[in-house]
């Protein structure tokens, strides 16, 4: 994941102001980031307290100036954010609505807006849209939905699938953390041995079909998935299909394929066509699919929204009773769960969220995470560290309540040279709060920069095995 965006939100640094202000904003207002609630609070030694309930990254204490022109007030975030000048508008439009935007100056000194609007979706800019009344902004965990019976199945399926873990690269060549070498049956009955009850494929469908309609897979690359999946059979590991690196939608690839947007939306629905029928004779209990890894930012949620509920019928043109596991939008992210919209009649879905938190820490040093350069290596679980997170794991356990939908953490773990005993501390913490909220998982992963096991020495890190409770 690239949280450039999130950390322009997130990483706002407070700063003494020593001065007081009463405003028409003063006090408490509501507003929505990513279909999850957010309440904001103006105190009056001017300090802005923003909460969300659903992504803890998101809260900050600002300090701010309020300047009355004209109109509108000059917003001004005492000392910057995130080190970087930032100038804002701020105004309580007739209705009642309350608009602040603030530019950021990245190097420069930041262009104060004229109208809080510009700010929205910009990069470097922050906006938000508040209101009054709390009944009025949705709440991804707000209850009383209509769960039948039948939603019972996929939350027993999810208990197949346990702790997993991700086979990275073992199919294609990982464009991050690359390792594409073969796996051979060994390795199959090492993974069962060291307690995993499932995998993960991360398999780049695309690059083994035709670019052109009717997109045929390769029958050689279907032989040998069958082939994989025989060998995870065979020692009674559960197999996710997962479609990973989609042009364009996955990993925001420009011109990928030589293919444009719509074509390579139309040939994803190809690719499903022929895996769902190729494997609809396999057990429901022991295959899933996973339709699509972490749908890029830029498709946005209404978009994969419309994607997801024309892939799901096809899939079960020929896979009535297969359970599918779906991401959330925007990058497969815990907090953009309020933003999924699932077919209203089918069931048998578990939900996919992937959670990598704190980013600086499991991403640590990687050039793909530029953000993280430099940052601590280390996680001493210390109530600080652990609180924010519980309360990312708390909102997603919420919303699975209310929203009847299981949930499986896809992807989490951390880079293989991040501070040992951090890791260890860190793999401690994450698998006892999944396992007691009920969430299976699949760790990221067997091979690769975040490995927990070396293709070359041959051995498990059996520190992290025993972190999970597998050894
Ligand atoms: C996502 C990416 C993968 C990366 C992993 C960890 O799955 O697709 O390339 O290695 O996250 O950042």
């Not at 994941?1 to 904003?25: G, H, N, R």
């Not at 032989?223 to 059979?233: G, H, S």
Request: proline share 6%; aromatic share 12%; hydrophobic share 35%.
């Amino acid at each position: 994941m690239k949280p450039i965006k999130i950390l322009v939100f997130t990483l706002a640094i407070a700063f003494m102001a020593s001065c007081t202000q009463k405003t028409p904003f003063s006090g408490k207002w509501y507003g929505s980031q990513f279909g999850c609630l957010s309440e904001v609070e103006f105190s009056p030694d001017s300090t802005m307290h923003v909460t969300s309930e659903a992504n803890s990254s998101y809260n900050m204490d600002m300090k701010f100036v309020a300047t009355p022109d004209g109109n509108h007030y000059n917003f001004d975030p005492v000392g910057g954010i995130q080190g970087l000048d930032a100038k804002g508008v701020a105004e309580v439009t007739p209705d009642g609505t309350l608009l602040i935007g603030i530019n950021l100056g990245m190097g420069t000194e930041a262009v104060r807006p004229g109208k809080a609007e510009e700010c929205k979706g910009q990069l470097l800019g922050v906006f938000f849209e508040l209101v009054r009344d709390r009944k009025a902004i949705h709440s991804a965990t707000d209850g009383g939905k209509d769960i039948p019976a039948e939603a019972a199945l996929a939350f027993e399926r999810n208990k197949r699938l346990g702790h997993g873990i991700n086979l990275n690269g073992f199919v294609d060549d990982n464009p991050e953390d690359g390792n594409n070498a073969p796996m051979s049956a060994a390795d199959f009955k090492s993974i069962a041995d060291a307690g995993f009850q499932s995998v993960r494929i991360d398999t780049k469908w695309s690059a083994h079909a035709l670019t052109v309609p009717p997109y045929t897979i390769d029958p050689a690359f279907f032989a040998f998935m069958d082939d994989v999946v025989a060998n995870c059979f065979n020692n009674n590991i559960a197999v996710s299909l997962d479609v990973h690196y989609y042009p364009y939608i996955n990993m925001s690839y420009p011109d990928a394929d030589g293919l444009s947007w719509e074509e390579n939306i139309e040939r994803l629905k190809a690719l499903w066509r022929q895996i769902a029928e190729h494997y609809k004779d396999y057990p429901n209990d022991m295959l899933f699919f996973d339709p699509l890894n972490e749908p890029s930012v830029e498709l946005g949620s209404e978009r994969y929204n419309g994607l997801i509920s024309e892939l799901i019928p096809i899939i079960r043109e020929s896979n009535p009773d297969r359970t599918l596991i779906v991401m959330t939008p925007s990058q497969g992210q815990t907090w953009t769960l309020g933003e999924l919209d699932l077919p209203k009649d089918d069931w048998n879905i578990i939900v996919q969220a992937h959670y990598y938190m704190p980013h600086t820490f499991t991403h640590n040093n990687l050039a793909y995470a530029p953000g993280t350069m430099g940052m601590p290596n280390t996680w001493e679980g210390t109530e600080t560290e652990k609180a924010p997170l519980l309360k990312d794991l708390d909102f997603v356990s919420k919303w699975s309540k209310a929203n009847g939908r299981p949930v499986n953490i896809g992807e989490w773990g951390t880079t293989a040279t991040v501070d040992p005993a951090s890791r260890v501390r860190y793999f401690t913490f994450m698998n006892e709060e999944l396992d007691k909220r009920g969430f299976s998982y699949h760790i990221w992963s067997y091979r690769g920069v975040f490995q927990l096991y070396n293709g070359e020495t041959g051995l498990w890190q059996e520190d992290l095995l025993k972190a999970i409770g597998q050894r």
